[in-house]
């Protein structure tokens, strides 16, 4: 079939070029009555940021009203798919809100397994964003590396649950499967596998330069700034911030566990980068603990159907973050009120601070860094240089743009090896 | 030839790329298109490409269930690729709405809003089940130039699968 | 680009220990001495009545404040007892007014949740002196609830779309989906669109 001509190479320094003059902007048809839905609008200085504002709600779909018109196990479901990354966590944080109104106590079985499978999705989803990261700074071989990689916890989460994501774990009371004990060395094998792969990426991160240059000094965000503009997760403890819910208000089994809070004081995509990959090790500790602890007995509880008039706050370490859940129950089957505040949402004014006075190039991996709950694929990004001119370009083509401005500066990450893949 | 070597053949030479787009799903399954491309399923093996634009490309695979806010989007990116087009919903939100049928934010599936050629079901869509899906899809470009339609996939199944068949495709096999 | 980078430290990534101590049920009273203190601290200086003031567990801390005293209740929790971290703002429909509840916290875990109500029409102050983030927090309030926040920053809408009607929050409890599907088409709709069963949105 037909092929069209190439593209023109859209680069930062033709934009800047390009900016007193009006410019037919060589992305597809332009519809004038119908406005572009623009995600991100930057007003740019020549090759750098001066400001960005953001709007979202692409993936709004009417899920806090929903709840109100199912019934709680129905919300179990539809609560687990707010997000596909980490569904559990929003599984747990909503089931433990509820539990927590009806008086429920967990059975401690209950407790360990809803811990082991959160930690295994935060493997999956740290390995998933290093992936992503990689792909954004044209690293393309540690995508291909470390979602190898995450398979085998993909794998591990199907044989335990049934599916690779949306586990369906939880009831209200407890969890729905058992971890059979001939699952026990299984997990352990997975957990083996990747600390060994996972202290070969940490050996790529603190030795690679040419990585250690392109993360570093990028998306920046002080201390005070993380503080004050409420950012969680990983990305406030890469700049400091020595906050996780884990250990700060404990659920499932976690206060019977031992662990670090992995923190850094880059305060940079670097500092991020560096707190995932520590966190992955905590994980595997506590993991290795679950398995040695975890205690027997049953793995539920029984749950009445109708949940008694009240309220209860739930707050889960997520991968990205600190997950809060807000349940009211009315004596009924349905809740009364059911408020979802994802991680990805605290970090929502952290990230134009992080953006400003940085390149243009380094938007996507910036954004990226604070592993967004949010499909970056299509999202458009408008530009503006002096002008009023405003020019659209798609995610892709900014990310591409800015792999191709850091290979003109020396920084080419294409030809990158993964340490110790020489025989593979 | 087997079919599989059939399918590569016609890979390497139409190598059909594909535009994926999500329309606001929960990401899980646009996560299973990219890992459906990684190592070890490697989608890549029948010649299939993510490609950035739509005017370069042959598929699109969509995600989600539409949501409001994309919809006029999804049209807009649907009209740019150029024809011949084939759209894919990949999941069950981009075939039906899924669990999100009904949310005052959702339209109900991608079919709801542009032509839809072939459904991968599933929450999310296996890697499996999308890389099955393309596979079933190309093979019948090649031999049809068109989508599948349900009654020759009928015929691929095992014996005792067209009990849990919808109803109309194996009265269509019976009038064979 | 020049610029000296720091690396990792070669023993490794670093990081903090946590301190975790198992708990058993006999520490729970002392586990609630905290929480208790805060709870003290504020009938003291606020003098609430009755049942407006509660402890649910260690971390959980529920007050009840009506309007004219939440402005006093709010800044003396962030400024003077350290609630420097606010989760979200959740907004209720109550009826005839519009319940809210600002989900504050402070680091070591303790949860302050200050619930205040307004009859609906009537107006808020944002919390963004406060907290800046807290502006996507209000938008949503506005969107969803019909919320009227005053000195709020003025952003993109959130998270309803653009072309959402103005006046039609679906988070409402007598809120109903019909009118809002059709007024939400866009006007030039592309004649050209094929759609197999139909553009109708579905409610």
């Known amino acids: 079939m037909p092929r069209l001509p190439p593209e023109p190479r859209v680069t930062a320094a033709s934009l800047a070029a390009d900016a007193d003059r009006v410019v037919t902007v060589p992305i597809g048809p332009q519809h004038p009555a119908l406005k572009e839905p623009e995600s991100f609008m930057v007003d740019l200085r020549g090759e750098k940021i001066d400001a960005v504002r953001m709007r979202f709600g692409y993936n709004h779909r009417g899920i806090e009203k929903g709840c109100e018109q199912r019934s709680y196990t129905q919300d179990l479901y539809l609560v687990e798919r707010?997000?596909?990354?980490?569904?559990?966590?929003?599984?747990?944080?909503?089931?433990?809100?509820?539990?927590?109104?009806?008086?429920?106590?967990?059975?401690?079985?209950?407790?360990?397994?809803?811990?082991?499978?959160?930690?295994?999705?935060?493997?999956?989803?740290?390995?998933?964003?290093?992936?992503?990261?990689?792909?954004?700074?044209?690293?393309?071989?540690?995508?291909m590396y470390t979602w190898r990689d995450r398979e085998q916890v993909m794998i591990l989460l199907a044989r335990l649950t049934g599916n690779r994501v949306n586990y369906g774990m939880n009831t209200l009371g407890g969890v729905r499967r058992d971890i059979a004990a001939e699952m026990m060395p299984l997990i352990l094998k997975v957990v083996d596998s990747l600390e060994e792969r996972t202290k070969t990426y940490i050996e790529l991160a603190l030795t690679e330069q040419t990585l250690i240059q392109r993360l570093s000094h990028v998306g920046k965000l002080s201390k005070e700034d993380a503080l004050r503009l409420g950012t969680v997760g990983p990305t406030a403890r890469a700049s400091g911030v020595d906050r996780d819910a884990r250990r700060d208000d404990p659920y499932a089994a976690y206060a019977e566990l031992s662990f670090n809070v992995v923190i850094d004081d880059h305060c940079d995509v670097y500092g991020r980068t560096i707190v995932r990959l520590g966190e992955l090790m905590e994980t595997y500790s506590i993991i290795r603990q679950i398995l040695k602890q975890m205690p027997d007995g049953p793995i539920a509880t029984k749950a009445p159907r109708r949940i008694p008039e009240g309220e209860a706050v739930s707050r889960y370490e997520a991968p990205r973050g600190e997950d809060v859940h807000y349940v009211r129950g009315n004596g009924s089957e349905k809740p009364e009120r059911v408020k979802v505040r994802a991680p990805t949402l605290a970090n929502f004014s952290s990230v134009s601070k992080m953006l400003e006075d940085g390149y243009l190039a380094d938007l996507p991996i910036v954004i990226a860094a604070i592993d967004p709950c949010f499909s970056c694929t299509d999202r458009m990004v408008s530009l503006r240089d002096g002008s009023s001119t405003r020019r659209t370009m798609t995610w892709d083509e900014v990310s591409r743009m800015?792999?191709?401005?850091?290979?003109?500066?020396?920084?080419?990450?294409?030809?990158?090896?993964?340490?110790?893949?020489?025989?593979? | 030839m087997s079919v599989f070597h059939r399918i590569v053949r016609w890979a390497q030479r139409k190598s059909p790329w594909i535009l994926h787009f999500n329309t606001g799903a929960c990401n899980a399954c646009d996560i299973e298109i990219i890992a459906a491309l990684t190592p070890r399923f490697d989608l890549e093996r029948l010649g299939v490409q993510l490609k950035g634009t739509p005017?370069?490309?042959?598929?699109?695979?969509?995600?989600?269930?539409?949501?409001?806010?994309?919809?006029?989007?999804?049209?807009?990116?649907?009209?740019?690729?150029?024809?011949?087009?084939?759209?894919?919903?990949?999941?069950?939100?981009?075939?039906?709405?899924?669990?999100?049928?009904?949310?005052?934010?959702?339209?109900?599936?991608?079919?709801?809003?542009?032509?839809?050629?072939a459904y991968i079901p599933g929450c999310p869509a296996s890697p499996q089940a999308i890389i099955d899906g393309f596979a079933k899809l190309i093979k019948s470009l090649e031999t049809t130039g068109k989508p599948p339609a349900p009654e020759t996939l009928a015929a691929e199944m095992p014996p005792g699968a067209a009990a849990e068949m919808p109803p109309g495709a194996a009265a269509a096999e019976e009038q064979k | 680009m020049s610029d000296e980078v720091k690396a990792g430290s070669a023993e490794g990534i670093p990081a903090v220990a946590a301190g975790n101590a198992a708990t058993e049920g006999g520490i729970r009273a002392a586990a609630e001495g905290p929480v208790r203190a805060v709870a003290a601290e504020l009938q003291a200086k606020f003098s609430f009545p009755e049942g407006a003031l509660k402890v649910q567990r260690a971390t959980r801390l529920w007050v009840?404040?009506?309007?004219?005293?939440?402005?006093?209740?709010?800044?003396?929790?962030?400024?003077?007892?350290?609630?420097?971290?606010?989760?979200t703002i959740?907004?209720?429909?109550?009826?005839?007014?519009?319940?809210?509840?600002?989900?504050?916290?402070?680091?070591?875990?303790?949860?302050a949740n200050v619930k205040t109500r307004v009859p609906k029409g009537e107006s808020i102050k944002s919390v963004t002196p406060y907290f800046p983030g807290a502006d996507i927090y209000e938008s949503e309030l506005q969107d969803l609830l019909g919320a009227r926040v005053e000195g709020k920053p003025v952003s993109p809408r959130y998270p309803l779309p653009e072309d959402w009607p103005q006046g039609d929050h679906p988070l409402l409890k007598d809120w109903k989906p019909k009118d809002a599907a059709a007024a939400a088409a866009p006007a030039s709709a592309p004649a050209a669109a094929p759609a197999e069963k139909g553009a109708v949105p579905n409610a």
Request: glycine share 12%; charged share 20%.
């Open chain 1, 402 to 424: 800015g792999i191709q401005w850091h290979k003109e500066r020396g920084l080419d990450l294409s030809t990158l090896r993964i340490p110790g893949s020489a025989g593979e």
């Open chain 1, 82 to 143: 707010v997000c596909g990354i980490c569904s559990y966590s929003h599984s747990t944080a909503f089931v433990q809100a509820v539990e927590e109104i009806a008086g429920l106590e967990l059975p401690p079985r209950a407790r360990y397994i809803r811990t082991l499978i959160a930690e295994l999705e935060r493997i999956h989803s740290h390995l998933l964003w290093l992936g992503v990261a990689g792909h954004e700074i044209g690293f393309d071989t540690l995508l």
């Open chain 3, 90 to 111: 959740t907004g209720l429909d109550l009826g005839t007014d519009l319940g809210f509840i600002y989900h504050l916290a402070r680091d070591g875990g303790i949860m």
């Open chain 3, 64 to 87: 009840e404040v009506d309007r004219s005293s939440f402005g006093q209740v709010f800044d003396h929790l962030v400024k003077g007892m350290g609630f420097s971290i606010l989760c």
């Open chain 2, 55 to 117: 005017r370069h490309c042959d598929i699109m695979a969509c995600s989600g269930p539409v949501t409001k806010q994309v919809r006029d989007r999804l049209v807009r990116i649907y009209q740019q690729v150029p024809e011949p087009k084939i759209v894919v919903a990949v999941g069950t939100c981009a075939t039906s709405g899924g669990v999100f049928t009904g949310l005052y934010n959702v339209m109900g599936g991608i079919d709801q809003a542009i032509k839809v050629d």
